[in-house]
């Protein structure tokens, strides 16, 4: 009886000092163990190989010389972030995303094992794919993530991007535009932007229909995907719902009118209309309005739910949280440096997301 008491005692007293822990002693998230052979491998051995899926029968000139471009800076580009120093090479996060992996992809077991996911320092709330199948997962992606569940739809999203060759397809489409262009000898910049906007567009909307069909194949709650993008719409417009604050959010040497700023007076605030990497009014935008594709996942969730019998669990590795919710903490370049490597609409962002979840810590001297 006196040993359960006692560990009982233990159990109370690391769970406070763990919650209670100061942010001011932290440790960098590292890479560990050996370099994978993607990181040693020449970009120029990469190009060659994947140059030889160039299909010389069905496909025109044109469109094989755009790939073999695509194939000749997309390696280069990939080894480019390899070499960073940016990615987290077999540490605990990228072997949390990896199993994460497992678990969404059971149902896809030979596509599967075509993909090489890592996790990379960033703080933008991002994930990417590259065409041969490599995904990168930004921490700030992940510190933002409310669970396992929501980590797993965005993997399947990008498995349809990868799956469905997006990448190189979006490249070839645009070298196809510029092409006629050249030949009807239009000089009009905004019919072209609109035609590549259109196309990488509708890519994003059949990732998330097919991710979402993905997604349904696992053991995974099914409400999450609509949580993914509502905390892709606090990145994208985190003043959409309260656009009315004290001046003592801003930094005390910033010079303002009245004790009281509104939003809707800030112009570089209103990003309402785009997405974020959008134009004024998003008709230029690479993703589709955010509140868009919520419309859509809505209406497919709708549906997939009327005819099937949806689980709801959110963890399947049953890992501590902290792997995620503390991943940007650990790295020093997004603690005492944060303000340096984000764009200034971020910086009036982390407040309102890190306060949140960190209540205790002045996340506002560091912006």
């Known amino acids: 009886m006196n040993k359960f008491v006692i560990a009982i005692v233990i ?10 822990q100061s942010f001011d002693n932290y440790v960098n998230i590292t890479s560990e163990g050996t370099l994978p052979i993607d990181v040693i491998r020449l970009s120029s051995e990469k190009y060659l190989a994947d140059k030889t899926q160039i299909d010389k029968k069905n496909t025109t000139t044109l469109e094989r010389k755009a790939q073999d471009v695509f194939y000749q800076s997309s390696n280069y580009q990939l080894n480019e972030l390899l070499h960073s120093g940016l990615i987290l090479f077999d ?71 990868y799956k469905d060759k997006h990448v190189i397809e979006g490249f070839v489409e645009n070298v196809k535009i510029e092409k006629k262009a050249s030949i009807t ?14 196309f990488s567009k509708q890519q994003e909307f059949a990732a998330d229909a097919q991710g979402l069909e993905m997604f349904y194949k696992t053991q995974y709650d099914k409400k999450v995907p609509l949580q993914c993008f509502e905390i892709l719409r606090d990145y994208i417009t985190p003043f959409k719902q ?20 509104k939003l809707d007076s800030l112009y570089f605030f209103d990003f309402d ?57 650990h790295d020093s370049k997004c603690v005492n440096c944060i ?9 009036f962002m982390l407040p309102t997301i890190y306060k949140k979840n960190f209540p205790t810590i002045n996340i506002c001297r560091v912006v």
């Open 11 to 20: 159990a109370i007293i690391s769970t406070i000092n763990l919650h209670s």
């Open 91 to 161: 540490n605990e996060l990228t072997k949390y995303v990896n199993k994460v992996a497992d678990h969404a992809f059971v149902a896809y077991p030979e596509l599967r094992g075509k993909l090489k996911i890592y996790v990379a320092r960033s703080t933008a709330i991002n994930a990417f794919t590259f065409d041969n199948g490599t995904i990168i997962i930004n921490t700030g992606l992940l510190a933002n993530l409310d669970n396992e569940a929501q980590l797993a739809f965005i993997l399947c999203h990008e498995l349809t991007h």
């Open 185 to 198: 000898g239009s000089r009009n910049n905004e019919t072209r932007l609109l035609q590549k906007s259109k």
């Open 242 to 261: 309260t656009r009315e604050f004290t001046t003592k959010f801003f930094n005390p040497y910033t010079s303002v009118a009245s004790d009281t700023i």
């Open 273 to 329: 209309k785009g997405d974020d990497d959008s134009d004024d009014d998003g008709r230029f935008a690479t993703h589709p309005h955010i509140d868009a594709r919520i419309m859509e996942i809505h209406s497919s969730l709708e549906e997939m739910s009327a005819s099937t019998n949806p689980k709801t669990t959110n963890y399947l590795l049953r890992l501590n949280r902290i792997l995620t919710e503390y991943a940007m903490w």
């Open 339 to 347: 303000s340096k490597i984000v764009n200034f609409r971020n910086r």
